[in-house]
């Protein structure tokens, strides 16, 4: 186990934001993870898992630990059920891909989400109506102070909605090591009804998709709407969709009737907050080196050297202008680091 000094963190983040670590290691194990816990003299932690979820907006004055654990096994598995434990630093989608391999059925809606499994509990991912969640079992975790693991139960990750208990009460105490999930191995549960899964199966002439199907379908409509953060620096979507109650989603259809909206509960609407985005005038938009997708309004992206401040700009603009139109607060989806 290695400390490095004065790291470019720019092929460690999606966005490609050219910061540097003061200090750097690579932790590959949880033996290299109690050491790098111990160390004395070194300033604050800083936890890096794949570098998806986050835009970072100035050097970082810490010890950076990238969280690199590698491994996916069968705990178990029966005629119906098969529980898989997947080490933090394994790659999401490629992870997905192994499941389906398998016909493990669950995670086929999540298909082609940047970043790795350590960190997906922490902001619940989510995408075409499934979310983390639904088919999570446990996580283990280190606790920082004391360096020892726990498992954390669904109950006990206290979910929301792009939220848990580890980026609330649990924030900065623990480092996520693995997580486990519960899928199915027949009768697979299909989830098609959001967003444009159904019409990407009816072009494709399936009429009676297996999970192998449903995921190139959210692969391929996630390529025609988001660029590769290999190729243009993005952290995917950068706003979460705002929910609003009763009164305030009548006050808006009244003014927006054509407004795409999602039925929550009979109290709560979810509104799109990529619409909100576009009818504002931003998709598109270019101001530098950041800009908003030319194919999605939620996506932020770094053309090339823009710079953390310059996408918090951005992004500050955007929900000023959402608010100012529309009465509707959104927030953002990405950590940013400050």
Request: proline share 3%; with cysteine; glycine share 8%.
């Amino acid at each position: 186990m290695d400390i490095q000094e004065d790291i470019s963190l720019k092929k460690y983040n999606t966005f490609g934001i050219d910061a540097k670590a003061k200090f750097f290691c690579e932790i590959n194990s949880i033996a290299d993870l109690k050491k790098a816990l111990s160390l004395q003299g070194y300033p604050t932690l800083f936890i890096l898992g794949g570098g998806s979820n986050m835009l970072i907006t100035k050097d970082l004055e810490n010890l950076v630990l990238h969280i690199n654990l590698k491994g996916i096994e069968v705990v178990s598995e029966n005629k119906d059920v098969a529980i898989i434990k997947v080490s933090a630093g394994e790659n999401w989608h490629n992870m997905v891909l192994w499941t389906l391999d398998r016909d493990y059925g669950g995670l086929e809606n999540l298909s082609l989400i940047p970043g790795n499994t350590g960190t997906a509990p922490i902001q619940n991912i989510g995408a075409y109506g499934v979310e983390l969640k639904d088919t999570f079992l446990s996580c283990d975790a280190m606790e920082i102070a004391t360096r020892e693991l726990k498992t954390f139960t669904k109950e006990e990750c206290q979910f929301g909605y792009r939220d848990s208990y580890f980026k609330n009460e649990g924030l900065g105490k623990y480092i996520i090591t693995s997580v486990s999930f519960k899928l199915t191995k027949r009768n697979h549960k299909l989830n098609v009804d959001y967003g444009a899964i159904i019409s990407e199966l009816q072009n494709n002439g399936i009429g009676n998709p297996s999970i192998k199907e449903v995921s190139n379908a959210v692969i391929s409509i996630r390529k025609s709407k988001l660029p590769d953060p290999k190729e243009l620096g993005n952290s995917g979507s950068f706003f979460k969709n705002p929910v609003v109650d009763k009164q305030q989603f009548d006050n808006f259809t009244k003014l927006n009737p054509t407004a795409p909206f999602y039925k929550v509960s009979e109290n709560e609407f979810k509104i799109p907050a990529g619409w909100l985005i576009e009818q504002c005038g931003y998709k598109g938009k270019r101001f530098g080196d950041a800009g908003v997708h030319k194919n999605q309004a939620l996506v932020l992206v770094n053309y090339g050297n823009a710079s953390g401040a310059e996408i918090i700009e951005l992004a500050e603009n955007i929900i000023d202008s959402v608010s100012q139109r529309f009465g509707i607060m959104i927030s953002p989806e990405v950590n940013i680091i400050k």
